[in-house]
C-alpha cells in the first residue's frame, strides 16, 4: 500500500473514533454545567477541563490502533478484532449517552460492565494482530 493511501486510511481511522467521542459529548456537554455538578463524587476526582484533551488523545490513539489492526487485515482474526472494536466504539458513545444524556447512573454504571468486557476483548484482540494496536488501546 503507498503512502498516500495509508495516509487517508489512518485520517479515516482517527475520525470515526473521534466521531464515537464527538456523540458522547453532544450528551456530555448539556449536563456537565448543569446535573453533573450537582452530583456527589469522590475527591480524586480530577477537574472537567481534563476530559477534553484526554478523550481526544484516547480516540486519537484507538484510531490509530485500529488503523495498525486494519493495515494488517489479512492477519487471522483481524477482521473479527475491528469488529468488537466497531461494537466497543459503540457502547463508548453509549455511556455518555446513559450517564449524561438520560441522567442514569445505574444504567451507566451496568453498561460500563459490558464496555470493560469488551475494551479488554479489543486489547486482547488487537494485540494478536499487532502488538503496538494492543498497547495504543491499554491507556
Same mark, same amino acid.
Given at each position: *500500500?503507498?503512502?498516500?493511501?495509508?495516509?487517508?486510511?489512518?485520517?479515516?481511522?482517527?475520525?470515526?473514533?473521534?466521531?464515537?467521542?464527538?456523540?458522547?459529548? #453532544?450528551?456530555?456537554?448539556?449536563?456537565?454545567?448543569? &446535573?453533573? #455538578?450537582? @452530583?456527589?463524587?469522590?475527591?480524586?476526582?480530577?477537574?472537567?477541563?481534563?476530559?477534553?484533551?484526554?478523550? @481526544?488523545?484516547?480516540?486519537?490513539? *484507538?484510531?490509530?490502533?485500529?488503523?495498525?489492526?486494519?493495515?494488517?487485515?489479512?492477519?487471522?482474526?483481524?477482521?473479527?478484532? =475491528?469488529? /468488537?472494536?466497531?461494537?466497543? =466504539? /459503540?457502547?463508548?458513545?453509549?455511556?455518555?449517552?446513559?450517564?449524561?444524556?438520560?441522567?442514569?447512573?445505574? @444504567?451507566? @454504571?451496568?453498561?460500563?460492565?459490558? =464496555?470493560?468486557?469488551?475494551?479488554?476483548?479489543?486489547?486482547?484482540?488487537?494485540?494478536?494482530?499487532? /502488538? &503496538?494496536?494492543?498497547?495504543?488501546?491499554?491507556?
Amino acid at each position: *500500500m503507498n503512502m498516500g493511501r495509508n495516509i487517508i486510511a489512518i485520517v479515516i481511522s482517527i475520525a470515526i473514533a473521534q466521531a464515537a467521542g464527538v456523540i458522547g459529548s #453532544v450528551f456530555t456537554v448539556a449536563s456537565v454545567q448543569t &446535573w453533573y #455538578v450537582d @452530583l456527589v463524587k469522590p475527591d480524586w476526582i480530577p477537574p472537567s477541563w481534563i476530559f477534553g484533551p484526554v478523550w @481526544l488523545l484516547l480516540y486519537t490513539l *484507538m484510531g490509530i490502533a485500529a488503523f495498525l489492526v486494519w493495515k494488517n487485515r489479512n492477519v487471522l482474526g483481524a477482521r473479527v478484532a =475491528l469488529a /468488537v472494536y466497531g461494537v466497543h =466504539l /459503540v457502547l463508548n458513545a453509549l455511556w455518555s449517552i446513559l450517564f449524561f444524556g438520560l441522567q442514569s447512573p445505574g @444504567l451507566a @454504571l451496568a453498561e460500563i460492565v459490558i =464496555l470493560w468486557t469488551f475494551i479488554a476483548a479489543t486489547i486482547y484482540l488487537f494485540w494478536k494482530v499487532s /502488538v &503496538w494496536a494492543g498497547i495504543l488501546l491499554v491507556p
